[in-house]
């Protein structure tokens, strides 16, 4: 077991701009701010531990910024100090009290973690919860801090984004504004499960967040798994079911070979996957999209995501809609670029997304003339809804442009309807339909990317070319003809797929995809080596359903064998424009490894129970009367 860090799904950023030169950096903090570390004890008398930056100038007051994570308050002791604080590097330089703290369970705070800590809408006087633990620490900060306003503002991206989410829910009346972003919504359809389907790529993940820990510590108390491989199709090819990974997570066995309990599980996350595959009350009690309806119209929000982000994409999206639904009056905007997970924080100049450029400064911009404008106005400004920002401000991925709507998706979209057609085509009209048949091989799955490296979660696939996978026998490709002129996708995406098995559980994978003319200049030259723009095939969206779910997430059911059945898939949104010359292509599959855990195809209780023995190749058919909704932009 390898031992364990802090930054897992944290973005690092650098600062490289402000006129502020990088050794100048490592000192600004300490030059700038004093940092005290203090217990504030919730209600139910928990101490959680809490790390505070104050402008040494103190000739004025400041508003306090939060960053509540369980991700690490570090550095601790005194003397010890962060090089870079706050969202971004001019919230820093114009001062601003800046607090981090490690949420319970984690690191020095007391209590005990529970991953997604499900939310007590009636709680008793001593009863918490993360939004309690949250409401109480506001309340001590704003009550003991000198020098603070009296206003709040909370941000935080991945785990630190839900608890900004988190924190907006019966919000302590000093709470101004609040910024999730990439923030978890659920978690079965976010990070470790994507409608059903197990993200297996997050095997190494699993530890940091079930490994057992009742005291307070300053260091890691959990270890990651051994791979002691670079090739983690092979891997977990190797590996076979789910079940086998279990001695992964028995932390306390003896250091022999001989005679254990190779059921048995001391990771209480991992056994929390494995004991509710399906979306029960677990996992409907963690969900906190259900909850948006209790934000008060006294906090402003604003919600930031990366249209590229594999890790928390579904999150932000719905956060943003459920505000908007069932809001009153609420201040809340969207912001989505051409980012992955956390790209917005980092100040590079030049914005790629693997092997795909997007564009320059955009992540600058962002952080100069949205992030900042949005916190400063509500926190030293006159907080009301003329922030001077839009409602929706968007990047579209294919003109590689901003956009601002004054609501998302834009008012004015039609949906459309494509119809998965003969010889590979994608068409506007629907034929007879026919039957289009592949073999689904689990000794051989289709592959997630073309690299074979393990990676600790993935991230880089979101926009990785796709003719490896368009040339597999167990691909199905629809495509366009050249388009003649620009078609813009702004919103969801439906699937609507009529299918058949000769098994009775089959996973259904759709991805639509950028297809670009031949003739593109080869002017990137932070593509792999074996890549070309020529006919580079950007995957735009994709989404995978395990289809014993296509009814209900709650009660799963298996296919009757060779039946024809309807199984929708909801794709996230996207703003992309396919430009004139290029081509706009489907490709459907049911094996997409090691991203996510493979199916059985024969239908059982618990996937993570299965037997090798459970494991059948089988064929599966698409009906051409199987059409896919796009939300096209006029």
Not at 290 to 303: D, S
Not at 475 to 504: C, H, P, R
Not at 553 to 563: H, L, Q, R, S
Not at 578 to 585: M, P, R, Y
Request: hydrophobic letters at 35%.
């Amino acid at each position: 077991m390898k031992k364990g860090f802090l930054c897992i799904l944290i973005p690092v950023f650098v600062f490289t701009s402000c006129n502020v030169k990088k050794e100048e950096m490592a000192t600004y903090v300490f030059d700038n701010y004093t940092k005290k570390e203090v217990n504030i004890v919730m209600r139910d008398g928990v101490k959680l531990h809490t790390t505070i930056y104050t402008p040494k100038d103190l000739r004025q007051t400041y508003p306090i910024l939060l960053q509540r994570t369980p991700y690490s308050a570090a550095p601790y002791g005194a003397g010890k100090m962060k090089t870079k604080i706050g969202p971004n590097i001019h919230l820093m330089k114009e001062g601003n009290i800046v607090v981090y703290q490690d949420v319970r369970g984690r690191w020095m705070s007391e209590g005990v973690y529970d991953n997604m800590r499900a939310y007590l809408p009636n709680k008793k006087a001593t009863e918490a919860d993360e939004v309690s633990d949250t409401y109480d620490t506001i309340d001590w900060l704003v009550n003991n801090l000198e020098n603070n306003n009296g206003n709040v503002g909370t941000w935080g991206i991945s785990y630190p984004g839900h608890y900004a989410t988190i924190s907006a829910i019966d919000a302590h009346p000093a709470l101004k504004a609040a910024s999730p972003q990439a923030c978890i919504g659920d978690f079965f359809f976010d990070d470790f499960h994507h409608n059903g389907a197990f993200l297996l790529s997050y095997f190494r993940a699993i530890s940091l967040f079930g490994t057992y820990k009742d005291t307070p510590t300053d260091s890691a108390w959990y270890s990651f798994p051994e791979m002691n491989s670079n090739d983690q199709y092979q891997f977990f090819l190797d590996k076979g079911p789910l079940k086998n990974l279990n001695t992964y997570f028995q932390y306390d066995k003896l250091d022999t070979k001989t005679a254990e309990n190779k059921e048995r599980i001391d990771d209480f996350f991992w056994k929390e996957i494995v004991e509710h595959p399906n979306y029960d009350s677990v996992w409907k009690s963690k969900g906190i999209i259900q909850h948006l309806n209790k934000v008060p119209a006294t906090v402003a929000t604003m919600i930031v995501g990366g249209w590229f982000d594999a890790e928390d994409l579904y999150g932000p999206l719905e956060t943003y809609k459920a505000i908007e639904k069932y809001g009153k009056g609420n201040y809340n905007t969207l912001v989505f670029g051409p980012w992955d997970h956390g790209k917005w924080a980092r100040n590079g100049v030049e914005n790629y997304v693997g092997n795909y450029y997007f564009g320059d400064s955009i992540s600058l911009k962002f952080q100069s003339e949205i992030e900042t404008k949005f916190f400063n106005h509500f926190l030293k400004g006159k907080g009301d809804k003329n922030t001077g920002l839009p409602e929706a401000y968007v990047f579209d991925s294919g003109k590689k442009e901003w956009k601002s709507y004054d609501a998302w998706p834009p008012k004015n979209i039609v949906k459309e309807n494509w119809f998965l057609s003969e010889n590979q085509k994608l068409a506007s009209i629907q034929k007879a339909p026919k039957p289009l048949s592949f073999v689904s091989d689990l000794k051989h799955p289709v592959p997630y990317s073309e690299d074979i490296k393990t990676v600790f979660t993935p991230r880089k696939y979101m926009t990785d070319d796709q003719r490896f996978a368009a040339r597999r026998p167990d691909v199905l490709v629809f495509e366009t003809t050249v388009l003649t002129e620009d078609y813009t996708l702004a919103g969801d995406i439906l699937a609507k797929l009529k299918v058949a098995t000769t098994g009775t559980a089959a996973d259904w994978i759709v991805k639509v995809i950028d297809v670009h003319p031949s003739n593109l200049k080869e002017d990137n030259d932070k593509l792999q080596d074996h890549l070309k723009m020529s006919n580079y095939h950007l995957m735009v969206r994709s989404e995978v359903l395990r289809g014993r779910f296509r009814n209900s997430f709650e009660f799963p059911e298996p296919f009757i064998p060779n039946a024809k059945t309807a199984v929708d898939i909801k794709l996230q949104d996207v703003f992309h424009t396919f430009k004139k010359g290029h081509k706009i292509q489907v490709q459907v599959q049911s094996t997409w490894f090691p991203l996510i855990d493979l199916n059985p195809q024969t239908y059982v209780d618990n996937i993570f129970k299965a037997a090798k023995e459970d494991f059948k190749n089988q064929t599966h058919t698409i009906f051409t009367d199987s059409s896919i909704e796009f939300s096209v932009l006029k």
